[in-house]
């Protein structure tokens, strides 16, 4: 059975501190994986794509990494901003016949604080 | 959020009623999704849709039904509903049926029904 787990569940930080969120998991056959963050009250809204020949990848203080062999990712991010509080949802896909089949994890809820 | 909306934002309903949700896009992308998000749950696929009157289930569809018509539109029915399809349910749009580099699911906003 195709599944992503995400560690830790909930986290607290400081505004201008780093995190780094982590993603484990068990999907084939593999096509790519997504970082996506999600605001109270609103839909998931993409970070990052990567696909198995990519280990690292940057958008603006959001660093993703990719080690396709011990199937795990983990989300970097610097010098947090209050705007950062979200829930942080790691989404694996694999490849199908006539769609994809996305595996979903749990997110990770952070709130940044003053 | 940009070309896909969804209705109502929220909804209170009893139990044994019927329900229909609404996803409309503005992309004229091929696929539709719907999902539940659920605490405790990764977003969990109800049903999708690869084009015009083409639907297919996905892995919680018991006790959901739907319905595209025309391209922008996708619906979903709850026939009669119960407490445990009181949820948070989000509707996603694609241009291709496998998310690559340039193209990616969007979401929509979102809908909270419950069901008492």
């Known amino acids: 059975k195709n599944q992503v787990e995400q560690s830790p569940q909930s986290l607290i930080i400081l505004e201008g501190k780093n995190c780094t969120l982590q993603?484990?998991?068990?999907?084939?056959?593999?096509?790519?994986l997504r970082w996506y963050k999600q605001d109270t009250g609103r839909g998931p809204v993409s970070l990052t794509i990567?696909?198995?020949?990519?280990n690292t990848k940057s958008n603006g203080r959001y660093t993703a990494t990719l080690d396709a062999d011990t199937k795990q990712s983990s989300l970097h991010i610097t010098a947090s901003q209050l705007s950062d509080s979200a829930s942080y949802i790691c989404?694996?896909?694999?490849?199908?016949?006539?769609?994809?089949?996305?595996?979903f994890g749990t997110g990770t809820r952070l709130q940044v604080t003053l | 959020d940009a070309g896909i909306t969804q209705s109502p934002r929220h909804k209170v309903t009893e139990t044994g009623t019927p329900v229909t949700l609404r996803c409309h896009q503005t992309?004229?992308?091929?696929?539709m999704y719907w999902y539940r998000q659920d605490p405790g749950h990764g977003l969990r696929l109800i049903h999708y849709?690869?084009?015009?009157?083409?639907?297919d289930k996905g892995e919680v569809s018991d006790g959901y039904s739907v319905s595209r018509s025309k391209t922008e539109d996708f619906l979903l029915t709850l026939e009669s509903a119960t407490s445990s399809q009181t949820s948070v349910y989000f509707c996603?749009?694609?241009?291709?049926?496998?998310?690559?580099?340039?193209?990616?699911?969007?979401f929509g906003s979102g809908t909270r029904l419950t069901v008492v």
């Open positions: 989404v694996v896909s694999a490849r199908t016949g006539t769609a994809s089949k996305l595996t």
């Open positions: 849709s690869y084009g015009v009157k083409d639907t």
């Open positions: 990567m696909t198995f020949s990519e």
């Open positions: 992309e004229n992308h091929r696929y």
């Open positions: 993603c484990n998991y068990t999907v084939s056959p593999f096509s790519n």
């Open positions: 996603a749009i694609t241009a291709v049926g496998q998310p690559t580099i340039n193209y990616g699911y969007t």
